[in-house]
């Protein structure tokens, strides 16, 4: 089968993407890719494998009339490929993500597509009368968490549910090792790999505070507290309360995982207040669980696999107690914590799941 993967963002900063690419790839599809941006890793590893894929730059517009030209521009140059690149029935648009999927809108109807939508978009009135267009033409929707399966269904009065895909990266390699001297700090490296590391890996942003759980940290003690990601000025808020605290940017995938190798508990936090936080599908829990480490994350819906599996506690975050309580309860149970985690990432098989979809297809 022929597919195009259509996603109108960077390919290694969407995991998920690239698990469904190279899922494709290794069930033998000839799948090739449009996206905003590849870096040299990626792309030297999509040659390995002879899939072809087509940059369109994103300019990155921020004011309404550039974004609405830009996205314009984004559609009609994917419109120019698919038009040279769709040959007949048998080829299918694999479209990636809801600002994808609302750049491209009724024009997905000349084609056979495929949907895989990663957000909620719950209060996104605009999006939500593109998807009410497009989603009970599409061959197959996939999105990433069963809570949201159904509520898809319920909104757009879907015959069939949609298959749920969980955000488990497409392979780690838990024996990989990277230099990661290029992106962190001697003094940094040295206190990660001599100290019981807990990680926090993803955007550090005010809506998802991290406080509760640094003060818990700080006030057992015996702790190194390591913050990986982007950041939007809460950092130096942080280190009010831990000045030990150590900050990392952004690491490129795959490397950032040289990170999470090196800790020993790792958290997650969502807030509560929106439906798609509160029915979260964070790849983090797959690549904390690859690597066996148990988790520690607010106790809401989507997070609920961490217990089910033993992987991991849900917490009060409010309550500090609560927090400290978790860390000792792991620390007196690390191996079956760490266990637990190992059987949450292997309990889901994506591969499997789009291998069925697409074989009720042809």
Request: contains cysteine; charged residues 25%.
């Amino acid at each position: 089968m022929r597919i195009i993967i259509v996603n109108k963002e960077i390919l290694q900063n969407r995991p998920p993407v690239l698990s469904t690419l190279l899922s494709l790839s290794d069930l033998g599809h000839d799948v090739s890719i449009v996206c905003v941006d590849i870096n040299e890793y990626w792309k030297k590893e999509l040659a390995k494998r002879d899939i072809e894929y087509y940059i369109i730059p994103d300019k990155k517009k921020r004011d309404k009339i550039s974004k609405i030209i830009e996205y314009l521009g984004f559609k009609r140059k994917v419109l120019s490929y698919l038009e040279e690149k769709v040959g007949d029935k048998h080829t299918f648009l694999w479209v990636i993500g809801g600002n994808t999927i609302y750049c491209l809108g009724d024009s997905l109807k000349r084609y056979n597509y495929i949907l895989q939508i990663q957000e909620l978009h719950e209060n996104d009135v605009s999006y939500q009368r593109v998807f009410a267009k497009v989603i009970n033409e599409a061959k197959a929707v996939f999105v990433n968490e069963y809570n949201r399966a159904i509520l898809y269904q319920c909104w757009y009065n879907m015959k069939k549910r949609p298959y749920v895909i969980p955000n488990k990266p497409y392979f780690i390699d838990t024996n990989s090792t990277f230099d990661l001297s290029l992106y962190v700090d001697a003094d940094s490296l040295k206190r990660i790999k001599n100290s019981k590391v807990i990680l926090f890996q993803g955007q550090i942003v005010s809506y998802r505070d991290l406080s509760p759980y640094i003060r818990a940290v700080k006030e057992l003690g015996g702790y190194q507290i390591v913050l990986l990601g982007n950041e939007y000025g809460m950092v130096d808020k942080y280190r009010l309360l831990d000045d030990s605290l150590i900050y990392i940017k952004r690491i490129p995938a795959p490397h950032y995982l040289g990170i999470t190798a090196l800790s020993h508990i790792c958290l997650i936090t969502y807030d509560p207040h929106t439906l798609n936080n509160a029915y979260c599908a964070p790849n983090k829990i797959f690549e904390y669980g690859a690597f066996g480490k148990p988790m520690i994350g607010n106790d809401i819906p989507g997070l609920k696999v961490v217990e089910k599996h033993h992987a991991g506690l849900l917490v009060d975050e409010e309550n500090i107690i609560t927090i400290k309580d978790a860390l000792v309860a792991i620390e007196h149970e690390y191996r079956a914590f760490s266990e637990g985690a190992n059987l949450l990432y292997d309990s889901v098989d994506n591969y499997s799941t789009i291998a069925s979809v697409l074989s009720s297809l042809k």
